[in-house]
C-alpha cells in the first residue's frame, strides 16, 4: 500500500492532507416550520420527519425546481431536493446580527428549522456530515446555505431596519460561511427540542488534481 501510494504521489505530485473522521455532541436549541406556505418558519416543539422532509413544509419533498444556485440547468428543472431542511447555529447567529449593527437573528426570520448549539464552526461542517438526533433522526449534510437577497430581505423587515434594501445585500455579505447548513433527511422520525445531536465528521480531504 505503502508503494501504491508513492506511485500516485509521483504522478500527480503532492499528496492532499488527510484529516481523520471524529464526532462532536451538540444540542437542539430550537425547531421550527414552513407549514403556512411561507418561506419563514414558526417556532414548534417538535418536528416530524418523513423521507421527503417535514410533512407539510414549504421546503419538503423528494424533488425541488432548480433555481438561481444551480445555473447549469434551466431554472425550474426538477432535481433532487438535498435543501429539506435549513439548520443554523445561536452563535454564528449572534456574528451576524453584530455584523449588521441590529440585537439579534432569529433563526425563524431566515426560514431556519433548526438551530442547533454546541458544536463549534457549525456551518464549516463538511459535506457527507452525519447528524445523528437522540430520538433517532438521522440528517445528512449537504453543505452550506449559501446567503441571500430573499433572506436577508425577510431578516431586515423582521428587525425593522430603516434601509431594508441595504440590509438585505449586508446580509449576503456578512453571514457569507456562517448561513449555517442544508440538509436531508436519510432516517425519519421526530426530533423534538432538547434533544442530543451528534455530528459524525467524515475523513476530509482536499482533491489536488
Not at 59 to 79: C, D, F, I, N, V
Not at 102 to 127: H, Q, R, T, Y
Request: aromatic share 6%.
Amino acid at each position: 500500500m505503502t508503494d501504491l501510494l508513492s506511485q500516485l504521489e509521483d504522478n500527480v505530485g503532492k499528496m492532499p492532507e488527510i484529516v481523520p473522521g471524529r464526532r462532536i455532541s451538540g444540542n437542539v436549541a430550537g425547531l421550527f416550520d414552513a407549514l403556512h406556505g411561507h418561506f419563514g418558519t414558526r417556532a414548534a416543539d417538535e418536528l416530524e420527519l418523513s423521507f421527503e422532509g417535514i410533512r407539510g413544509d414549504y421546503h419538503a419533498g423528494l424533488t425541488r425546481k432548480s433555481g438561481g444556485r444551480e445555473p447549469w440547468y434551466p431554472r425550474g428543472t426538477e432535481m433532487r431536493n438535498e435543501r429539506q431542511l435549513s439548520l443554523v447555529a445561536p452563535d454564528e447567529l449572534a456574528v451576524i446580527a453584530g455584523g449588521l449593527g441590529i440585537a439579534e437573528v432569529k433563526p425563524e426570520w431566515i426560514g431556519a428549522n433548526m438551530n442547533i448549539e454546541g458544536i463549534p464552526l457549525f456551518s464549516m461542517l463538511p459535506p457527507r456530515t452525519l447528524l445523528f438526533f437522540e430520538g433517532g433522526v438521522t440528517l445528512r449534510v449537504d453543505g452550506q446555505n449559501a446567503p441571500c437577497k430573499i433572506a436577508g430581505t425577510a431578516l431586515a423587515e423582521n428587525a425593522g431596519v430603516a434601509d431594508v434594501a441595504g440590509t438585505a445585500l449586508d446580509f449576503v455579505r456578512v453571514s457569507k460561511r456562517l448561513r449555517g447548513l442544508v440538509a436531508w433527511v436519510e432516517k425519519p422520525g421526530t426530533v423534538k427540542v432538547g434533544e442530543k445531536v451528534e455530528a459524525k465528521i467524515p475523513e476530509q480531504w482536499i482533491y489536488p488534481g
